[in-house]
């Protein structure tokens, strides 16, 4: 068998994945059951996302994939492989010329804009799951509202480290009701979520999707004498000198030398392009 | 430029290739054939349709050459591809009472009408290596009965129930959900339950079985029937408004008697548990049972004791191996924008601390 449906998933799968998208975004930060599939690529590897995507994506978009902020990384290149097998859709490294944009781990530095939609990978979607690991009981916590498990956890972090020890997937409140897993993004990234575009968390293993509608209003928990901070290595880019991005360390040498770069590669690039036109 | 991401598509490619080259291994040692792995290598080949739900013995075997025999790789692209499936009805329930049995024993009791069937068992082999098979010439293989007068066997389990000593199983006649359409939601009714221990790792569903004999939520099973063989599968086609036969599937399918004091309520009886497996697979289809029957806990008015095999999420959420293999091997995934985050903040937290750096340290 060669042809698969556009997207792979049968029309009846994608309809469902859509009902369960339209729900989320009407429910700000509620996590909605759907049969997730199997997908061609393991559990792990993004088959949330890649459902949202087949889901989501129509002939006429484009598409780009993102891993660890870069759209070389292998599984970036293996998942955007896929959908052009199975779309023929056009894709795309440039943030600015993609309609939906699917990544693990970042949020593009470029402020996205209405017309675009960002489908998140989420390997855990239950923000309080490593609080408590029963699912009958975060669901019920969460019909509740029940939060204050969470703000001991970070209370706690403060008394021992004195400050909160969440680097990534750090909590955020939306619209002041669901608590809410921002997937593994670095804290840096959590402010941007109050965005133009759409945002749609695919999580496949554990069958949910979840959604920001544009503009939702996403805060990031902390206390009034704990405020909550955006942190990065306090360096710049070594190749394109932006001083506001997300930095990878990268070791260089044998010595433990290290140079910063940005994480989002296609940020970057267009950077130094920049930098080259206005020397020439 | 630095040495982290450029290149990832060369090097996808690359590895395929060496990949497909490893699967192919020495060549001067023909290639095994996908017929050859269906008929000789036929429980691999069952545990891969059990476990990736789906029976197609031919797809199955050609699953377990394209994964090198890695079967948790063989079931996985079995259920890629089974999600591509369009789904157009559902068969009416198979009858097991009527399978043409190849191996029908019971432990419970010494004889009983249609008698012990041992059938193709490892059981009483001693394990000896074979060398006569490490022989490339063919063995000779003694040819067994005939066995296609297979009678229509009864139950073992009904001689009790016709003594209301074992529990009935009532009918409830509401449509059993399916696991592979819905999301699983929790607590999970029995047809739920079964439905992915059928289809959960052998391991994982044997460990907990195991568990529970070991006294972590013990329930005293005897193998009252174990039968495996032919059944037939039939639809009910609307056009025709009748059921017709699609097909001929074999099922192993184990029911345990287990006991239990009775409550207030009931005076002491049996229960059971319930096993049923795609294929021949003995040691799943008992597991199966066993588990079964430690998660019948509330239904069957016991105490939860807080074991593993008692908790319907635990066994439920980390019983399908390739959920649990996905998320296990992601690790190997680049994680370093988040191992970024954890570098600065160990810093920083260090920093606070004022615990001097190691370099600072020595000089």
Redesign the interface.
Same mark, same amino acid.
């Given at each position: 068998?060669n042809e698969?449906?556009f997207a792979?998933?049968?029309e009846?799968?994608k309809r469902m994945i859509r009902r369960a998208i339209l729900k989320g975004l009407a429910i700000p930060g509620y996590q909605v059951?759907?049969?997730?599939?199997?997908?061609?690529m393991?559990?792990?590897?993004g088959?949330g996302g890649v459902q949202v995507s087949a889901a989501t994506l129509t002939p006429e978009d484009i598409f780009k994939v993102i891993?660890?902020?870069?759209d070389?990384?292998?599984?970036?290149?293996?998942i955007r492989k896929f959908f052009q097998k199975v779309t023929g859709i056009k894709v795309t490294d440039k943030t600015i010329d993609a309609t939906v944009i699917q990544t693990?781990?970042?949020i593009p530095e470029t402020s996205l804009t209405e017309d675009q939609i960002l489908v998140y990978q989420v390997?855990i979607p239950e923000p309080l799951r490593f609080l408590e690991?029963?699912?009958?009981e975060t669901r019920k916590m969460h019909a509740l509202e029940e939060y204050g498990l969470m703000y001991v956890k970070l209370y706690e972090d403060i008394s021992r480290?004195?400050?909160i020890?969440t680097?990534?997937?750090y909590p955020v409140k939306v619209e002041g009701r669901y608590v809410m897993d921002p997937s593994?993004?670095?804290?840096?990234d959590n402010p941007k979520m109050e965005m133009a575009a759409i945002q749609i968390f695919g999580a496949g293993?554990e069958?949910?999707i979840y959604a920001l509608p544009p503009y939702t209003q996403v805060v990031s928990l902390d206390f009034d004498d704990y405020p909550f901070e955006a942190?990065?290595?306090d360096h710049v880019c070594d190749?394109c000198g932006s001083s506001d991005t997300?930095?990878?360390?990268?070791i260089?040498d044998d010595q433990g030398g290290r140079?910063f770069?940005c994480?989002d590669?296609d940020f970057c690039a267009a950077q130094q392009s920049a930098a080259l036109e206005s020397s020439e | 430029m =630095?040495?982290?991401?450029?290149?990832?598509?060369k090097?996808?490619d690359n590895a395929h290739a060496w990949l497909s080259e490893k699967r192919r291994g020495d060549k001067a040692i023909a290639e095994i054939g996908v017929g050859q792995i269906r008929e000789q290598l036929t429980l691999a080949v069952n545990r891969v349709m059990a476990e990736g739900s789906l029976y197609d013995p031919d797809l199955a075997s050609l699953a377990i050459k394209q994964s090198h025999g890695d079967l948790i790789e063989a079931i996985?692209l079995i259920?890629?591809y089974?999600?591509?499936l369009?789904?157009f009805g559902k068969t009416r329930p198979i009858e097991t009472t009527n399978m043409a049995c190849i191996r029908r024993i019971s432990a419970t009791f010494k004889d009983a009408p249609g008698g012990q069937i041992l059938g193709p068992t490892f059981d009483y082999t001693h394990r000896l290596l074979d060398f006569t098979l490490a022989a490339d010439s063919e063995t000779s293989v003694v040819e067994s009965q005939d066995m296609s007068d297979a009678q229509m066997l009864p139950r073992i389990t009904d001689y009790l129930n016709q003594e209301g000593l074992i529990q009935q199983e009532i009918q409830t006649g509401d449509e059993p959900g399916d696991l592979?359409?819905?999301?699983?939601?929790?607590?999970a009714q029995r047809d739920l339950r079964l439905q992915s221990l059928t289809r959960g790792d052998e391991g994982f569903i044997l460990g907990m079985a195991y568990s529970t004999q070991r006294g972590y939520g013990r329930n005293h099973p005897f193998v009252g029937e174990l039968r495996v063989g032919g059944v037939v599968v039939e639809m009910e086609i609307p056009e025709l408004g009748f059921s017709i036969e699609i097909g001929e599937i074999e099922v192993t399918e184990c029911e345990t008697v287990n006991q239990f004091t009775g409550s207030k309520s009931d005076p002491p009886q049996f229960t059971r548990g319930y096993g049923l497996v795609f294929g021949h697979s003995e040691r799943k289809s008992i597991s199966m049972a066993l588990v079964d029957r430690a998660l019948r806990w509330a239904e069957l008015g016991e105490d939860n004791v807080g074991v593993p095999a008692q908790d319907e999420?635990f066994v439920l =959420?980390h019983s399908d191996n390739?959920?649990a293999?996905?998320?296990?091997?992601?690790?190997k995934?680049?994680? =370093?924008?988040?191992f970024?985050?954890?570098?600065?903040?160990i810093r920083?937290?260090r920093c606070?601390?004022e615990i001097p750096s190691r370099d600072e340290e020595e000089s």
């Open positions: 068998m698969y449906n792979y998933l049968d009846q799968t059951p759907f049969a997730s599939r199997e997908m061609p393991p559990y792990g590897w088959t891993d660890q902020g870069a070389d990384t292998t599984n970036a290149i293996s693990r781990h970042r390997p690991p029963y699912e009958t480290h004195g400050a020890a680097s990534y997937a593994p993004i670095p804290k840096f293993r069958q949910r942190s990065k290595a190749i997300y930095l990878d360390e990268v260089v140079i770069v994480s590669t | =630095y040495v982290a991401v450029k290149g990832g598509e090097a996808i996985f259920r890629a089974r999600t591509t369009a789904r592979t359409r819905e999301p699983l939601q929790l607590p999420e =959420y390739i959920q293999t996905g998320f296990l091997e992601h690790i995934l680049p994680h =370093y924008v988040d970024q985050s954890e570098l600065e903040l920083k937290l606070e601390a």
